[in-house]
């Protein structure tokens, strides 16, 4: 019986390890790099950013959102065209703010809210759809 918990306990601590080593080999993405990388890419591709989103961790994911606010707020005060990546950034996050800033605030930001009642992801194809007309 002690060799059956010896062998479980040697087994956890292996996995553990194992996991702390791929924790250790990933390289963090800070906001800063995924928005720089949003904005170099020469044709949007929604997977690509979308990954590189999924790398950070949560505070980073809310500077995102806000660098991308900022962004947009110093764009809409000089007058400037807003930013697609913005936009972007902005729909996967909060789909109806993107679009009602996009459009405007026409019909196209209602149904966007009705589509993200029907669930968070028919809200951002939505959104992703609206952005890319």
Known sequence: MKSIKFIAVALFA???SIQAQA???QEEN???S???????MDEFNQEALTAEIRTLNEAEMLKLVQMAATDLKVARAAGLAVDKT???ILAIFIPPLAVGLHTDWSMSTVW???WCLFGYLPGIVHAFIVLGR
């Open 34 to 40: 995924v928005y720089e990388y949003a904005a170099q």
């Open 112 to 114: 966007n809210v009705v």
């Open 23 to 25: 924790a250790d080999t």
């Open 14 to 16: 292996f996995a553990v």
């Open 86 to 88: 913005v936009l972007y």
């Open 30 to 32: 800070t906001a800063e």
